[in-house]
């Protein structure tokens, strides 16, 4: 049963407890991330939560790492373009050393000027290793292209250029603006005694501030695009992009059992139908990128130069395909079987209960209950997706991104 609190500073705390498990997990949600940056700031919050792990007015940065070493090794953070998190995995006897940690590193950390430079220096090489990887690379090149411009379209790590530039002071006062009670959610899971975490918690974080900045996010206008970036690498990686639903609109669900069928796993149309059939490139999937109030439904594929003109092809084949003919009902009931089969299993997973509860309310304001989700994906029909096809799966609005030794291309329109 997930049960609701709210501090005295306006930090929601959410509870999933039992007593059958064997640990406990808990996180922190900051509504913080690349979306609520400017051009002038990009990459603050991705910079910000590589900071709380130096040190606090207590612990030392080595102080962190063995803490965290015995706690288990599960305590870790990210920062996404709409959020960012710390979290933890421990044993339940460890969940309130895990707690103190994680609030001390939220709370009391110095920002040491020292270390924010050698950390600058960390993050620059993280920045080159992304764009070493393309299959990030083009993830995030499309995004980019699509919200050009737009917050939702910066990068997380934002560029180098401007990550050198932040000082203490001013990182400072952008967790002072941001890291308030109202912008924060809290979530256990796991075995735990409910009344004492909750009172440490209360301890813990009782001294952030209720009020900071809340930013008004604009809806980002979708900008069909297309771009390829020359890299002297083996292989071909392509990404092709349509816009999509948000993690809010109701046509998630037949978008979800959609995009399983189209290529979300091995028995999907196009691992079928690119990679079993005809052997034309190892790596072919599709999958969501959902955000509040926006989304894009992406395809990936890697392969060698001389058949990206043929693996496009038979994308677009299989696109067209989808919007004249639909899914059969075979492909429906199976798709829907699998989700079905894939989340429950998923739920037995305390960091996944941990997580889904505080995005369920970062994004709703509340938990919506699992059974409900099952329900609405169980009685997805042909029909509806029919529907989110014609809406979303428009040829015209298609974006088109390529990275690699591009020697000659195609006609990607």
Not at 136 to 141: I, L, N, S
Not at 192 to 218: H, N, P, V, Y
Not at 287 to 306: H, P, R
Not at 375 to 386: A, M, N, P, S
Request: hydrophobic share 35%; net charge negative; charged share 30%.
């Amino acid at each position: 049963m997930v049960e609701i609190h709210e501090l005295k500073n306006g930090i929601k705390v959410i509870f999933e407890a039992g007593s059958h498990y064997s640990s406990a997990a808990f996180g922190v949600w900051i509504k913080v991330g690349s979306r609520y940056e400017s051009k002038e700031n990009n990459g603050i919050s991705h910079v910000i939560e590589h900071m709380l792990f130096k040190g606090t007015k207590t612990r030392t940065a080595n102080d962190i790492s063995r803490e965290t070493a015995f706690l288990g090794g599960n305590l870790n953070a990210y920062t996404s373009k709409e959020d960012t998190s710390f979290y933890a995995r421990t044993l339940p006897e460890y969940l309130n050393q895990a707690i103190d940690l994680i609030s001390d590193m939220i709370c009391n950390s110095i920002i040491e000027e020292e270390e924010l430079e050698r950390e600058k220096s960390v993050i620059c090489e993280e920045i080159d290793m992304y764009k070493d990887s393309p299959e990030d690379y083009v993830h995030e090149c499309i995004q980019k292209k699509v919200w050009d411009n737009q917050p939702l379209g910066y990068y997380i790590s934002g560029k180098k250029k401007t990550v050198r530039g932040f000082t203490r002071e001013y990182i400072l006062e952008f967790i002072k603006e941001h890291y308030s009670g109202e912008n924060m959610v809290i979530s256990v899971a796991g075995k735990f005694d409910k009344q004492e975490t909750l009172k440490i918690i209360e301890e813990k974080f009782g001294s952030i501030r209720k009020k900071g900045r809340k930013m008004k996010l604009a809806t980002p206008e979708y900008i069909p695009a297309r771009f390829i970036k020359k890299k002297d690498i083996e292989q071909l990686h392509m990404n092709i992009a349509f816009k999509g639903p948000s993690v809010r609109d109701d046509d998630r669900y037949a978008f979800t059992v959609m995009n399983v069928i189209m290529g979300g796993d091995v028995n999907s149309r196009l691992f079928q139908e690119i990679r079993e059939k005809r052997g034309l490139t190892y790596t072919v999937y599709s999958y969501k990128s959902a955000f509040y109030d926006t989304g894009l439904w992406q395809i990936y594929a890697a392969m060698n130069q001389e058949q990206s003109g043929n693996v496009f092809e038979l994308i677009r084949e299989c696109i067209n395909s989808l919007r004249k003919n639909g899914v059969t009902a075979e492909e429906l009931n199976e798709a829907k079987h699998q989700l079905v089969v894939e989340m429950t299993l998923n739920r037995d997973n305390i960091m996944t209960k941990m997580n889904g509860n505080a995005k369920s309310y970062m994004d709703h304001g509340e938990i919506l209950p699992f059974k409900t989700t099952i329900d609405r994906i169980k009685k997805v029909t042909q029909e509806d997706i029919f529907g989110v096809i014609e809406k979303y799966v428009v040829p015209e609005e298609m974006s088109c991104g390529l990275v690699g030794n591009v020697e000659k291309t195609f006609n990607m329109w």
